[in-house]
């Protein structure tokens, strides 16, 4: 059964980092991903890799950096400048079927965790 078990988000305040955390259990994955999701707003892309590229949103490029474990099967997002508009529910996601350039749309991801409230204060 696969699992992905996302950590580390908390309150903190805006110029402030984290480091979230997704573990994931029963498999391996080579594309996986975050997201997040405002209140009222949709669940948007974040930042993702496949086997072969990296992708970031433009509203987090030069801040957030997603990095992965093999030997943990754990993925990472450093985020650092965070801003009071980063604040959301991030989701890690994982993609069933390997594929090249990197998906930005919920859809392509077969995977969720339950998610991590991050909630940056100005």
């Known amino acids: 059964q696969v699992q992905l078990v996302e950590s580390g988000g908390g309150l903190v305040q805006a110029g402030d980092s984290l480091r979230l955390s997704c573990a994931a259990s029963g498999r391996t994955f080579s594309t996986m991903g975050w997201f997040r999701q405002a209140p009222g707003k949709e669940r948007e892309f974040v930042s993702a890799?496949?086997?072969?590229?990296?992708d970031y949103a433009d509203s987090v490029k030069g801040r957030f950096t997603i990095s992965k474990d093999n030997a943990k099967n754990t993925v990472y997002l450093q985020m650092n400048s965070l801003k009071a508009e980063d604040t959301a529910v991030y989701y890690c996601?994982?993609?069933?079927?390997?594929?090249?350039?990197?998906?930005?749309?919920?859809?392509?991801?077969?995977?969720w965790g339950q998610g991590t409230q991050v909630t940056v204060s100005s």
């Open positions: 996601a994982a993609r069933g079927v390997r594929t090249i350039s990197v998906p930005t749309t919920t859809a392509a991801y077969d995977y």
């Open positions: 890799f496949t086997w072969s590229s990296t």
